[in-house]
C-alpha cells in the first residue's frame, strides 16, 4: 500500500564494545591464599667476578660464582583495607675466594586500615641485610671477610583527609646492628660502637591541587642514640636530628609520574668537638614512559649519614641512577643502567666516588620460566691511597616464578 510517507530506515547496528585490554601471557598468576595474592619467584645464576672482595688488586682472587635467590609479593584483595609487601633474599657463594661469599636481603609489609572513609591508620616494618666491604673508610683495620650489617625497624601513623588537604603522623623506630670484623691472624675488630636505635617522629601536610599534582610539606624530629656511650675514638656520637622538607607528588599523565622533594637537615651530637652536621637533603624518584614498550626511571637522593671515623661528624652522600627498559617483543626485554655515588666524610677530607654501568636481559619462555643474563661494570674512585678498584660482574640464571 502506497502511503506516501518515507520509508522507516532500518534501526542501527548496536555499537561495538571496546575490546578488552589484552592480558599479559607471560605474567605470573600468583597463588591465592584467601583473600591474599602471592606471587614468588626464585632464581639460580652463574657468573664470573673478577674482584669479588672489590680490592685494589682485582686479578688476585677473580672466581666464578654462583648465586641463589627467592622472593615474593604480597598483595591483598580486600574490600577495605590493605596488605602489601615484598620480601628476598639471596645468597652469593664465589668458589675461589670463599672469604667474598655473603648473603643479603630486604623486605617489607604495609598494612593499610580503614578507620573511617578519611582516615586510614598506617602500620608498616621492614628489614635489610647487607654485608662491607673490606677497604670501608669505617673499618679501621683490614678484615677477612665482609661482616653483615643487620637493619630492622617498624612504623605505625594516621592520616586523615579535609577535602583536599591530607594530613599524616608517624612515628618510627629503626635499629642498626654491625658485625665485628675478623682479621687474618684470628684477631676481632669490635663494631659495637657502631650498634644503634633511631627514634622518629614526622608530620606532613598535603594538598591536592589536581588529581595530578599533590605538594606537600613536612618536618620531622629524631633522635639517634648509639648502645656504648663514647666509641672507640672517645666520641659521644648520640644525636639529635631536625629536618624540613617541601616537595610534590606529579602525574602530568600516565606515561610521567613521580615524586621530588628537597629540604635541609640539622644534626647536634652529644660531643662538643663535633660539628653540627647540616645541609641539603632531596630525593627523586621520576617514571616516563614515552612508548608502551619503553620504560625510563630516574632516581636519586641527597641524605646525612653517621660515621665513626675520628674527629668526623659524618658523611654527605648523593645518588643518581637511571634505567632504560626496551621491550623488543611481549617476552623479551633489554634495560641499560648506570649510577653514580658521591659520599664525603666532613671534617675529613676523605672522598668516594662510585659508578657503575650495565645491561640487563630478560626473556620469558612461559608465565613461570625466563632466563636472565647480565654484564655491570663498576669503579670506585676514593681519596684515601689504596682503596680505588674496578669490577666486571657477568652472570646469567634461570627464574621460575609462579
Known amino acids: 500500500t502506497v502511503t506516501g510517507l518515507p520509508a522507516v530506515p532500518p534501526a542501527p547496528p548496536p555499537p561495538r564494545r571496546a575490546p578488552a585490554a589484552q592480558e599479559d601471557p607471560y605474567a605470573p598468576l600468583g597463588l591465592r591464599l584467601g583473600s591474599v ?3 614468588p619467584a626464585l632464581t639460580n645464576s652463574v657468573g664470573y667476578d673478577n674482584n669479588p672482595q672489590r680490592t685494589a688488586a682485582p686479578t688476585r682472587n677473580a672466581s666464578p660464582f654462583s648465586r641463589h635467590e627467592g622472593e615474593v609479593d604480597i598483595q591483598s584483595n580486600w574490600n577495605v583495607h590493605e596488605l602489601t609487601g615484598r620480601l628476598r633474599a639471596g645468597y652469593s657463594e664465589f668458589y675461589r675466594d670463599r672469604e667474598a661469599s655473603r648473603p643479603d636481603g630486604e623486605g617489607n609489609l604495609q598494612l593499610r586500615l580503614d578507620a573511617s572513609r578519611d582516615t586510614r591508620i598506617l602500620l608498616e616494618t621492614r628489614a635489610r641485610l647487607d654485608t662491607q666491604r673490606p677497604g670501608s673508610p669505617d673499618l679501621t683495620a683490614a678484615v677477612v671477610g665482609r661482616p653483615l650489617v643487620y637493619q630492622y625497624g617498624a612504623s605505625a601513623g594516621v592520616t586523615h583527609d579535609i577535602n583536599r588537604l591530607q594530613m599524616t603522623l608517624r612515628g618510627s623506630v629503626d635499629r642498626s646492628d654491625y658485625e665485628d670484623g675478623k682479621l687474618s691472624n684470628g684477631g676481632i675488630v669490635s663494631q659495637r660502637d657502631r650498634n644503634q636505635t633511631q627514634y622518629g617522629l614526622r608530620l606532613r601536610a598535603a594538598y591536592e591541587v589536581t588529581p595530578g ?5 613536612q618536618g620531622e624530629v629524631d633522635t639517634r642514640d648509639f648502645d656504648q656511650a663514647i ?3 672517645g666520641y659521644r656520637r648520640s644525636s639529635n636530628g ?15 609520574t613521580g615524586e621530588v622533594s628537597v629540604g635541609y637537615q640539622d644534626r647536634k651530637y652529644d660531643d662538643a668537638r663535633l660539628r653540627n652536621l647540616k645541609g641539603l637533603i632531596g ?4 617514571i616516563w614512559s614515552p612508548t608502551p614498550l619503553t620504560t625510563v626511571t630516574l632516581r636519586g637522593t641527597s ?3 653517621d660515621t665513626t671515623i675520628a674527629g668526623s661528624s659524618g658523611t654527605t652522600a648523593r645518588r643518581v641512577a637511571l634505567e632504560v627498559a626496551h621491550a623488543l617483543r611481549r617476552n623479551l626485554t633489554v634495560t641499560a643502567f648506570g649510577s653514580f655515588n658521591r659520599t664525603e666524610y666532613e671534617g675529613q677530607g676523605l672522598r668516594e666516588d662510585s659508578s657503575s654501568i650495565g645491561a640487563r636481559l630478560d626473556y620469558k619462555l612461559t608465565r613461570t620460566v625466563s632466563i636472565r643474563a647480565s654484564f655491570t661494570h663498576e669503579r670506585l674512585n676514593s681519596s684515601a691511597q689504596g682503596s680505588d678498584y674496578t669490577a666486571n660482574v657477568a652472570q646469567v640464571g634461570l627464574r621460575l616464578q609462579f
Open 37 to 39: 595474592v602471592l606471587r
Open 213 to 217: 599534582f599533590r605538594p606537600f610539606v
Open 231 to 233: 666509641d672507640s675514638s
Open 242 to 256: 631536625l629536618t624540613g622538607r617541601i616537595g610534590s607528588t606529579v602525574e602530568i599523565s600516565r606515561q610521567l
Open 283 to 286: 630525593d627523586a624518584a621520576i
Open 303 to 305: 641524605e646525612l649519614g
